[in-house]
T-cell receptor
Framework: AQSVSQHNHHVILSEAASLELGCNYSYGGTVNLFWYVQYPGQHLQLLLKYFSGDPLVKGIKGFEAEFIKSKFSFNLRKPSVQWSDTAEYFCAVKGDYKLSFGAGTTVTVRA | DAGVIQSPRHEVTEMGQEVTLRCKPISGHNSLFWYRQTMMRGLELLIYFNNNVPIDDSGMPEDRFSAKMPNASFSTLKIQPSEPRDSAVYFC????????????FGPGTRLTVT
């Protein structure tokens, strides 16, 4: 069975600070990895995805993530956050068809 | 493209009543997923359809929950009878195929059972 662990439940930071959200997964086979974002009151939107190739993936809104196979990790980063990045962030892993989500990390950016 | 469409967006009902949630996947997508989101349990996959056929319903909490997909453009999730612990946001998602594609989520239905 596949599972996802997100390290932080709630992160609070100031605008222009750098952000890194940890994500570890467990799955024995080839995985597809995703980061989704959920803005307050909205549905999940895809930030970025990894299927194969370059382990450093760039997504929308200046986000990037690095797949480190040896560590079973897929951490999300953004060098300089904005107030509009306040949202909940979900890491997800898909082994066969099933998308398993982490518990989510709430990010609050203070102006 | 209109994206995944869900209705209603909000539903308030009394315990014991039947609730039906509706989903229209993105045209051409052959995989459809129902998820439930709660504070306690996060995002949980309830059921997955491929080409209108239920493939995995192991996440359906109990017999009070049922889902159908009569055709490629419509799916329902029914709760009968509803209970307060069913209160959650229910998301529908679709995907062009099960591998190598992300899932596209609908806006969700916020269900409150009193």
């Amino acid at each position: 069975a596949q599972s996802v662990s997100q390290h932080n439940h709630h992160v609070i930071l100031s605008e222009a600070a750098s952000l890194e959200l940890g994500c570890n997964y467990s799955y024995g086979g080839t995985v597809n990895l995703f980061w989704y974002v959920q803005y307050p009151g909205q549905h999940l939107q895809l930030l970025l995805k990894y299927f194969s190739g370059d382990p450093l993936v760039k997504g929308i809104k200046g986000f990037e993530a690095e797949f480190i196979k040896s560590k079973f990790s897929f951490n999300l980063r953004k060098p300089s956050v904005q107030w509009s990045d306040t949202a909940e962030y979900f890491c997800a892993v898909k082994g066969d068809y099933k998308l398993s989500f982490g518990a989510g990390t709430t990010v609050t950016v203070r102006a | 493209d209109a994206g995944v469409i869900q209705s209603p967006r909000h539903e308030v009902t009394e315990m014991g009543q039947e609730v039906t949630l509706r989903c229209k996947p993105i045209s051409g997508h052959n995989s459809l997923f129902w998820y439930r989101q709660t504070m306690m349990r996060g995002l949980e996959l309830l059921i997955y359809f491929n080409n209108n056929v239920p493939i995995d319903d192991s996440g359906m909490p109990e017999d009070r929950f049922s889902a159908k997909m009569p055709n490629a453009s419509f799916s329902t999730l029914k709760i009968q009878p509803s209970e307060p612990r069913d209160s959650a946001v229910y998301f529908c998602a679709s995907s062009p195929r099960t591998s190598d594609y992300e899932q596209y989520f609908g806006p969700g239905t916020r269900l409150t059972v009193t």
